[in-house]
């Protein structure tokens, strides 16, 4: 898989996860960054529970500490949860915080959503959060979502949560403003500018037009806005029955 070159490579990005295990173990510490993080979570679960409510199983993507899991095991209790991860310390703290939820059973699994082989039409219930901007070229996306609607069982919901671009550059300048000053609020300019920073090197989100679409062209339908605020999205895709 060729990356460009001023973009951090996989390896990078499992290091900076792998060292960084228990700030994501607390929602309120580890995404104080994403806007809209916590009320996120719980509109996703909400949105799953009224969707999805005799769903028995969950795949989880860069499933980070097990937050939004936990979340969806408290509105949907006692599904079977495979979660996938780049960093195998953030792997194993997820696995062990579920170990006393109500799932059912819990299969860990270290890798790379582009490489992993996914079992067909295994899940009700899947959620991607703040992972999928490190997809890199459209061709990508477009296979991961393709994987992900061969792994879902017909009647299933794909639900993303993540950092997005906009389609219009004037307008991606207006919500990069809006999102530096909300970083400047929380912390200082330097905060900011270290943030963009990291997004900079690491991260390649994609508009969440595009992301529909390609939703939309995996086969997902309908597709759905859970919410949009400047830089953040939460949405998602039904596998048709």
């Known amino acids: 898989m060729s990356l460009p070159s001023d973009k951090s490579t996989v390896a990078e990005i499992r290091t900076r996860f792998d060292n960084d295990v228990e700030r994501f173990s607390n929602l309120e510490t580890g995404q104080t960054s994403t806007m809209d993080a916590a009320y996120c979570l719980d509109l996703v679960a909400q949105a799953a529970r009224a969707s999805t409510p005799t769903a028995t199983s969950l795949l989880d993507i860069g499933c980070g500490a097990g937050n939004f899991s936990l979340k ?127 997004i900079a090197k690491e991260d390649t989100p994609k508009p969440l037009m595009f992301q529909l679409h390609e939703l939309l062209h995996a086969g997902f339908e309908p597709v759905e806005i859970l919410h949009k605020h400047v830089s953040f999205a939460a949405f998602g895709g039904r596998k048709p029955a």
């Not at 991860?85 to 703290?93: G, N, T």
């Not at 582009?114 to 039409?121: G, I, Q, Y």
């Open 72 to 198: 969806l095991l408290e509105v949907l209790p006692g599904m079977e949860v495979t979660l996938i991860d780049l960093s195998q310390p953030m792997l194993a703290r997820a696995a062990e915080r579920l170990a006393g939820s109500s799932a059912a059973k819990v299969t860990p699994l270290q890798g790379d959503i582009r490489e992993l082989e996914l079992p067909a039409a295994a899940f009700d219930v899947v959620v991607a959060a703040a992972v999928l901007h490190h997809l890199r070229s459209d061709d990508e996306w477009a296979a991961v979502f393709h994987k992900i609607f061969l792994a879902m069982k017909p009647g299933g919901w794909f639900w993303i949560f993540d950092l997005v671009d906009s389609s219009t550059p004037s307008i991606e300048g207006v919500m990069r403003s809006l999102y530096g000053d909300y970083l400047t609020g929380l912390k200082d300019a330097e905060y900011r500018d270290h943030v963009f920073a990291y």
